[in-house]
Structures are given as structure tokens and as C-alpha cells.
């Protein structure tokens, strides 16, 4: 059991004990149905945007003068990083989904207690409610 008493987490999701069944059962269905409308929205933005965030050229092919070269070479590493973003949000966007099915969206991951509606709002793929990402900031 968690030192919380509140269970134990599995896969980094919290334990569907009877503190947490609900929490999206007490969210109105209409509050749901916008936080899954906005992740799927940013879903599809983030695939949509996937080819155009691929290098055009691979890293180390050379053309033009050196200028060029160095020009393309920060191009791509630009890319790479937008890429690399986009990968870490979308899983972070497909995780809120999970929890949305599995009835723990809305539940902060670290303390487990609720996630403010302002924040779900803002960030709807949020892990953690703001208290939890202020600590985490800090150190």
C-alpha cells in the first residue's frame, strides 16, 4: 500500500482504489467530453505537423558552400529538437487519453489528489496538479 493509504501505483497510474473510482465520474460528462476534445485536437495538430518537423536532408550531407552547409546543419538540429518535443508531448497527450478511459484523469500523479479544473484546462495533459509541478521545478 502507498504510505498514503490510498494504494499502490502500477505502470505509473494510480491504483483504482475507492478513493480515486470516480473522480472522473464526478467531472459532468460534458467537462470530459471538452478535455478529450482538446487532446485529440492537439493530437492531430502534433501529426499534421510531424512531416513538415523532418529534416529534409540527413545530418552531415554536404551541399553548397560552407555557409550553406552550417545554415542546413542548424536546420535540421532545430527539427530534430521540435521533433523530439513533439514526441514527448504527444505521449504525454495519448497518456491523458489512457486516463481519461481508465477513470483517472483529473488525479495528480504524485500527491493523488485532484487536479484544479483551471489547471486540467490549460495543460489537459498534465501528470501533476500545480502544487506537485511547483516542487518538482524546485528541485
Known amino acids: 500500500m502507498h504510505s498514503s493509504g490510498r ?10 482504489d475507492q478513493g480515486h473510482l470516480g473522480v472522473v465520474a464526478r467531472m459532468r460528462s460534458t467537462s470530459v467530453k ?7 485536437k492537439k493530437k492531430e495538430e ?9 529534416p529534409a536532408t540527413e545530418p552531415g550531407s554536404k551541399s553548397g558552400d560552407w555557409i550553406d552547409q552550417s545554415s542546413q546543419e542548424s536546420e535540421i538540429h532545430v527539427r530534430l529538437a521540435l521533433k523530439q518535443t513533439d514526441a ?3 505521449r504525454a497527450i495519448e497518456e491523458a487519453i ?5 477513470g483517472t484523469y483529473g488525479i495528480c500523479m504524485d500527491c493523488e489528489n485532484e487536479i484544479a479544473p483551471a489547471r486540467l484546462a490549460a495543460v489537459p495533459w498534465t501528470r501533476v496538479c500545480i502544487e506537485c509541478k511547483a516542487k518538482q521545478q524546485q528541485g
Not at 502500477?10 to 483504482?16: A, K, N, S, T, V
Not at 502534433?46 to 523532418?54: F, V
Not at 489512457?98 to 481508465?102: E, K, L
Open 7 to 16: 494504494g499502490v501505483r502500477i505502470g505509473g497510474l494510480p491504483w483504482h
Open 34 to 40: 471538452k478535455y478529450r476534445d482538446l487532446l485529440e
Open 46 to 54: 502534433l501529426m499534421a505537423a510531424a512531416p513538415a518537423r523532418t
Open 88 to 90: 514527448k508531448l504527444l
Open 98 to 102: 489512457h486516463r481519461i478511459d481508465h
